[in-house]
């Protein structure tokens, strides 16, 4: 592993090198169109700061477990958006976002040095970290036979995709449930995305088709950030195979890991309200297809991108470089994230957010159509 943060256990942040990049695109005579960060901007639900003010009298601690009502709201909107059945309120914990738990599953399960992790080849920085937080071997890989002889001890899939965007079919996730079954490898899908479908259809690995209807040996993670403008609000939750959320509660309580309160309202109150999904869901889809019909009008290409927030844009593997195309789009004013970011296969791509405003678009859409 290179890099120098944190003593050099841990890979530097990555989007501390765009520094230059952003300066550049900053010159801009009209100004940035920052598209590197897949972080909302438009206006949080009514319903969930209905729900938060509501619950805003909350002098004591909450639970680590969650109230129950939050939880029921998960298992409902699992089971009637997402066809999972069979949930108990005791296989769902609620997350101060989906990255900390990422971040750090590997150290509250025990994973240690000589234990393998496996995670997506193109992937989110932070299975990584997760990784080398706990002192683990880290295998980027698409292949299970990548493993050989070594059984990991913890399996990260991500479908829909982050950087790509990439589905995974249904037929594939059960393959991927019945290969860790059989060796006892806990597998945990990161489904942040599987609200943010364009193309196609997106399944979690605990729809019945996928684990034969029994969540043993598998979590899912889910995040509100993307669906429901809720990043600030930092609200998630896992959900899955009983005994390991009884041993991440225990592990939760000792380190007074609680989402507040009055997230836990709006959170259950969100997750109730389909209305405001199809609302953001249709605003993305606007944005996404102005930014795809440019890019592809100015030479670029996109991969896969059937689901999550970014376009996977490149000119080819003969083209230039994801540094090169970065520079390229910061001369036009637009800063966006090298696809080296995600791994060694993303070197000739670039990952473009569709997350800023109307203006920002239709600006990044002029200057690419100049």
Known sequence: MTGGAVSGRLPDFPWDRLT??????????DGIV????GTPV?????????????????PGYP???GVPELRQAVVDWLANTHGVIGLGLDQVLPLVGSKEFIASLAVHLGIGPGDVIGYPALAYPTYEVGAALAGARAVATDSLTAFGPETPKLLWLNSPSNPTGRVLPKEHLRKVVEWCRERGVLLVSDE???????????????????????ADGILVVHSLSKRSNLAGYRC???????????ELLSVRKNLGLMMPGPQQRAMAAVLDDAAHVAEQHARYRVRRQKLRTALEAAGYTIEHSEASLYLWTTKGPDGPDSWQMLDELAGHGILVAPGAFYGAAGSHHVRVAFTATDERVDAAV???SG
């Open 42 to 58: 438009d206006p949080t639900p009514r319903v969930a700061i209905e729900a938060l003010c509501a619950a805003a009298d909350a």
């Open 366 to 368: 002029a200057r690419l």
């Open 34 to 37: 920052d598209l590197s960060i």
């Open 63 to 65: 639970m680590t477990i």
């Open 192 to 214: 942040c995305y599987v609200d943010c479908v364009w193309e196609g259809e997106a399944y979690s690995v605990l729809h019945p088709d996928v684990c034969g209807g029994s």
């Open 20 to 29: 230059q990049y952003a300066e550049k695109a900053r010159a801009h005579a």
């Open 236 to 246: 998630g939750f896992v959900a899955g195979d009983r005994a390991v959320i009884a």
